[in-house]
């Protein structure tokens, strides 16, 4: 029963192209986030959506943009994709009380070349 | 912003034994403390959680202990078991619940060994 799906497990691009990243949720969630994963750094907050058409910036937006064009549905985009863009990228939803945790996905490895 | 600290980054303990892992957080008004495990090419997964008005919590053979005055906060494994072998990440946030995003730690590598 998966809840919160992206549409990409591995994806290699080449520098200076735009990505694309989508994540699609089935659990009715208001919140929306999406955060890379690199080994020894953790995982960092990169823009999050309280709702439709909202986006706010987190701690490494550099370089990104994100749309949210429907509840359900939290893109993240690279308008030129960058070698240090190579990464794993973890889509997350939860309740606007955030109660019971986040859930995530099962996460998008990204090779830029 | 909040910046949360994780140690130790690798840690590895003798099945049976317990296992500590501790994380402090700098901003005095965070009030939600969760803890995420993640198994290898798996997602992450919230395991427990703690809320600044509370001490400690448990949960079978977890629990989190959280110290407001120091700003430090743990998970505790006892009788660990192979498939406690993850990475487990700490967080904390501001907003109720994480609403506003999580500050992670960055991640302790659990090695249970048989």
């Known amino acids: 029963d998966v809840k919160v799906t992206q549409s990409s497990r591995y994806l290699v691009k080449r520098t200076g192209e735009k990505v694309f990243l989508e994540c699609v949720q089935d659990m009715d969630h208001e919140n929306m986030f999406w955060y890379r994963q690199d080994p020894g750094l953790g995982l960092r907050l990169i823009y999050f959506s309280y709702d439709v058409k909202m986006k706010e910036k987190g701690d490494i937006p550099e370089g990104y943009s994100v749309s949210r064009e429907k509840k359900e549905r939290f893109s993240l985009i690279l308008e030129s994709a960058s070698t240090n863009q190579t990464s794993m990228y973890l889509c997350a939803s939860t309740l606007p009380k955030g109660n019971y945790g986040y859930t995530f996905g099962s996460g998008t490895r990204l090779t830029v070349v | 912003g909040e910046n949360v600290e994780q140690h130790p980054s690798t840690l590895s303990v003798q099945e049976g034994d317990s296992a500590v892992i501790k994380c402090t957080y700098s901003d005095s008004a965070s009030n939600y403390f969760p803890w995420y495990k993640q198994e290898l090419g798996k997602r992450p997964q919230l395991i427990i959680d703690?809320?600044?008005?509370?001490g400690e919590k448990k949960d079978q053979r977890i629990a989190v202990t959280l110290n407001k005055t120091a700003k430090h906060f743990s998970l505790h494994i006892t009788e660990t078991q192979p498939e406690d072998s993850a990475v487990y990440f700490c967080a904390a946030t501001t907003s109720g619940g994480g609403a506003d995003g999580l500050t992670f730690g960055k991640g302790t590598h659990l090695i249970i060994q048989p």
């Open positions: 703690i809320r600044s008005n509370v």
